[in-house]
């Protein structure tokens, strides 16, 4: 029985990272930290290209858009939604999900969720290089180990 498993060794191809500008401060540390995982894993910065988007509901479009053109390896998906006193998060949240998670299955092409939904600012700043590791840094890993994996999947 074979068995298929994605590694982190530096993998050929071009990545794009996928930005939203709102709570930009938490997102730039994001994007930060996956420039540094490609960077530890031999990605050449001239293989990664960013695109900037207004907030995370907007995230979903652009990464099908870039995901289709098969220029790029994986595509990471960077973001902040941070709760408030509204319904608003809930639908920013949802709508940003489903939409990666559609983005990554029409067009074959990995598409990464590294989108924080906190509670609080504290705890989006704790996931975007603080206490708690940084999200966009294991965005940038899933994105690595999913284009090994898929190189290595029949047809």
Not at 6 to 17: C, D, E, Q
Not at 19 to 32: C, E, G, K, P
Not at 61 to 82: D, E, P
Not at 123 to 140: C, E, I, P, T, V
Request: glycine share 10%; proline share 4%.
């Amino acid at each position: 029985m074979p068995i298929f498993e994605g590694n982190l060794t530096t993998p050929s191809g071009r990545f794009a990272l996928v930005a939203a500008r709102f709570n930009q401060f938490v997102v730039d540390r994001l994007v930060a930290g996956a420039k540094d995982a490609f960077k530890r894993h031999g990605v050449a910065d001239d293989a990664i290209d960013l695109a900037w988007v207004p907030g995370s509901f907007e995230i979903p479009l652009v990464a099908q858009k870039l995901a289709a053109t098969k220029k790029y390896a994986a595509v990471i998906c960077l973001g902040a939604v941070i709760r408030g006193d509204t319904d608003h998060y809930d639908h920013v949240s949802s709508g940003a999900i489903s939409g990666i998670a559609q983005a990554g299955l029409s067009t074959g092409v990995p598409v990464i969720f590294g989108i924080l939904t906190c509670d609080t600012l504290e705890q989006a700043l704790n996931r975007a290089g603080g206490k708690s590791g940084n999200r966009g840094h294991d965005a940038a890993l899933s994105a690595i180990e999913m284009t090994n994996l898929l190189k290595q999947l029949p047809g």
